[in-house]
């Protein structure tokens, strides 16, 4: 079982919301997990905890009130600050649960010399931490930075929920923590829960489970879009990506529709170079491109010159919409491809395609079943089990990564298998395949090979879904442009 970072624990929590488990669930597994924990300890005795108003304190609630079941426990609460700001749903709900729960004391304080007056720090044979959720960075602030120094220093057996508050999951700098007898963590063992050394903080690890849907891990939802690379306040033209996208010469449309959707996924600049008796027709589609004409009517090797410029000076090259499969011109993708740093290979382009690439640029294929099965040398099993493998095979002895389309998406680096199913029959019409190509050379841009091309799928099908309610079979690929926006917006 592979351990995982803080930010994939939430993108999981929030892709178990998108299939319907209320995170109320979550939070009362969790807490539940932790009273066990307790009396797994002591079957009778004093136990403190320490709340703050984050997700891990709604969990140090749910434990306090299934304690408090057992009069052989003597339950006391403080929450760090008022109730009234509580930041979460969940929390609020949980806390709003303890006055009808027989515990003996709930107390709110958020001075921290009123911390240090509370005369039972070092009367407790259990105190829980719940100050300091995994998503705090830095040093804390006060009453937690006080309530971490009176938590060390009672004497008392300390359990952390998920992580010692002030200790970074994800393994980055220490500057004040809990130091912990036992770390009682969910779902999956974090990162920085097993780097050498981190039994100082943590103490003893465990690892328990809380109920998380099998699926809201192994496909992709909008949790993971929540981890990708944002655009910051102060960032300057280009800094969000820049976008080369080869294409065109046996068609017109494909590379037109990739641009649009690459500019509507968040990309600063694309630049369009395609062969220039379709240049101006490309053009027209928006004054949003930037289309440089390329000498003669399909890429040919002649075009290397000026393209290794462009190629040098754009974030991610996407090569294939539109191209044809003319001799000159495949054999001009297998010069180009070793270019680039980042590449996504689509469409005709992965009939000149020469694997692995030995040059230790980033790929991305996202062929269809019929391109994947030439590029394997083998049938595409119905399967979906045997699907994966294949794909997980391919993927990691070429070292790429494949988006397979189809009813179910694979996407897979070879270390790493997903799945999507966002997606629907309206999106046989062409140029849907251009369009994925587009989102994903955006994504790619601010983000590694596999959270591209996971979300690219995600947001291409869930655009297509969105654009089927209003469509239905008639649904064109400027329309799934044209809601791909709306997608990025319900998460962000």
Same mark, same amino acid.
């Given at each position: 079982?592979?351990?995982?970072?803080?930010?994939? *624990?939430?993108?999981?929590?929030?892709?178990?919301?998108?299939?319907?488990?209320?995170?109320? %669930?979550?939070?009362?597994? /969790?807490? #539940? #997990?932790?009273?066990?924990? =307790?009396?797994? &300890?002591?079957?009778?005795? &004093?136990?403190?905890?320490?709340?703050?108003?984050?997700?891990?304190?709604? @969990?140090?609630?749910?434990?306090?009130?299934?304690?408090?079941?057992?009069?052989?426990?003597?339950?006391?609460? =403080?929450?760090?600050?008022?109730?009234?700001?509580?930041?979460?749903?969940?929390?609020?709900?949980?806390?709003?649960?303890?006055?009808?729960? !027989?515990?003996?004391?709930?107390?709110?304080?958020?001075?921290?010399?009123?911390?240090?007056?509370?005369?039972?720090?070092?009367?407790?044979?259990?105190?829980?931490? !719940?100050?300091?959720?995994?998503? =705090?960075?830095?040093?804390?602030?006060? $009453?937690?930075?006080?309530?971490?120094?009176?938590?060390?220093?009672?004497?008392?057996?300390?359990?952390?929920?998920?992580? $010692?508050?002030?200790?970074?999951?994800?393994?980055?700098?220490?500057?004040?923590?809990?130091?912990?007898?036992?770390?009682?963590?969910?779902?999956?063992?974090?990162?920085?829960?097993?780097?050498? !050394?981190?039994?100082?903080?943590?103490?003893?690890?465990?690892?328990? $489970?809380?109920?998380?849907?099998?699926?809201?891990?192994?496909?992709?939802?909008?949790? @993971?879009?929540?981890?990708?690379? %944002?655009?910051?306040?102060?960032?300057?033209?280009?800094?969000?990506?820049?976008?080369?996208?080869?294409?065109?010469?046996?068609?017109?449309?494909?590379?037109?529709?990739?641009? *649009?959707? #690459?500019?509507?996924?968040?990309?600063?600049?694309?630049?369009?170079?395609?062969?220039?008796?379709?240049?101006?027709?490309?053009?027209?589609?928006?004054? +949003?491109?930037?289309?440089?004409?390329? *000498?003669?009517?399909?890429?040919?090797? @002649?075009?290397?010159?000026?393209?290794?410029?462009?190629?040098?000076?754009?974030?991610?090259?996407?090569?294939? $919409?539109?191209?044809?499969?003319? %001799?000159?011109?495949?054999?001009?993708?297998? %010069?180009?491809?070793?270019?680039?740093?980042?590449?996504?290979?689509?469409?005709? /382009?992965?009939?000149?395609?020469?694997?692995?690439?030995?040059?230790?640029?980033?790929?991305?294929?996202?062929?269809?079943?019929?391109?994947?099965?030439?590029?394997?040398?083998?049938?595409?099993?119905?399967?979906?089990?045997?699907? &994966?493998?294949?794909?997980?095979?391919?993927?990691?002895?070429?070292?790429?990564?494949?988006?397979?389309?189809?009813?179910? @998406?694979?996407?897979?680096?070879?270390?790493?298998?997903?799945?999507?199913?966002?997606?629907?029959?309206?999106?046989?019409?062409?140029?849907?395949? +251009?369009?994925?190509?587009?989102?994903?050379?955006?994504?790619?841009?601010?983000?590694?090979? *596999?959270?591209?091309?996971?979300?690219?799928?995600?947001?291409?099908?869930?655009?297509?879904?969105? /654009?089927?309610?209003?469509?239905?079979?008639?649904?064109?690929?400027?329309?799934?442009?044209?809601?791909?926006?709306?997608?990025?917006?319900?998460?962000?």
């Amino acid at each position: 079982m592979f351990s995982i970072t803080s930010s994939k *624990m939430r993108s999981i929590d929030a892709n178990c919301a998108y299939l319907g488990l209320d995170p109320l %669930q979550l939070m009362e597994n /969790a807490g #539940a #997990a932790i009273a066990r924990e =307790i009396m797994s &300890k002591i079957s009778s005795g &004093k136990v403190l905890f320490v709340a703050g108003r984050g997700n891990n304190g709604g @969990d140090a609630f749910v434990a306090a009130r299934h304690l408090a079941l057992y009069e052989s426990y003597d339950v006391r609460i =403080i929450l760090l600050g008022h109730s009234s700001r509580i930041r979460t749903r969940e929390s609020k709900h949980n806390f709003s649960l303890l006055k009808n729960s !027989g515990i003996g004391e709930i107390r709110e304080i958020s001075d921290s010399s009123e911390l240090v007056s509370y005369p039972c720090w070092n009367d407790m044979d259990i105190i829980v931490d !719940g100050v300091l959720g995994s998503g =705090i960075k830095g040093i804390p602030r006060e $009453p937690e930075s006080t309530a971490i120094d009176l938590i060390n220093s009672s004497g008392s057996y300390i359990i952390s929920i998920d992580s $010692p508050s002030g200790y970074d999951l994800d393994g980055g700098d220490v500057t004040k923590s809990v130091i912990a007898s036992l770390t009682v963590t969910f779902h999956r063992m974090k990162t920085g829960l097993e780097i050498p !050394g981190c039994e100082r903080y943590t103490g003893a690890v465990k690892v328990v $489970p809380i109920g998380v849907c099998r699926d809201a891990e192994e496909y992709v939802g909008p949790g @993971d879009l929540m981890v990708l690379g %944002q655009r910051r306040n102060d960032a300057h033209k280009g800094n969000s990506g820049r976008i080369l996208i080869i294409g065109g010469g046996a068609y017109y449309g494909a590379p037109a529709l990739s641009s *649009m959707a #690459a500019l509507r996924t968040g990309a600063d600049i694309v630049t369009v170079a395609v062969p220039e008796n379709v240049a101006d027709t490309v053009s027209s589609f928006s004054p +949003d491109l930037i289309v440089v004409p390329l *000498m003669g009517n399909r890429l040919n090797p @002649d075009n290397i010159p000026e393209l290794k410029g462009l190629i040098t000076s754009h974030d991610v090259t996407v090569i294939g $919409p539109g191209l044809g499969r003319d %001799q000159g011109t495949l054999a001009t993708v297998e %010069q180009l491809v070793p270019l680039c740093k980042k590449a996504v290979i689509d469409a005709d /382009a992965l009939y000149g395609l020469t694997l692995p690439v030995k040059s230790g640029g980033k790929i991305i294929l996202t062929p269809h079943s019929a391109e994947f099965s030439r590029l394997c040398g083998e049938e595409v099993p119905r399967g979906l089990d045997e699907k &994966k493998d294949i794909v997980s095979r391919f993927a990691g002895d070429k070292s790429v990564t494949v988006a397979l389309k189809g009813n179910i @998406d694979v996407i897979s680096d070879g270390l790493y298998t997903r799945l999507n199913r966002t997606g629907n029959a309206g999106m046989t019409v062409g140029g849907t395949g +251009d369009v994925l190509t587009g989102i994903t050379g955006a994504l790619f841009a601010m983000n590694d090979a *596999m959270e591209a091309a996971s979300c690219a799928v995600f947001i291409s099908g869930a655009a297509g879904d969105l /654009a089927f309610e209003e469509k239905g079979f008639g649904l064109l690929a400027t329309d799934i442009i044209d809601r791909i926006t709306d997608v990025i917006l319900k998460v962000f």
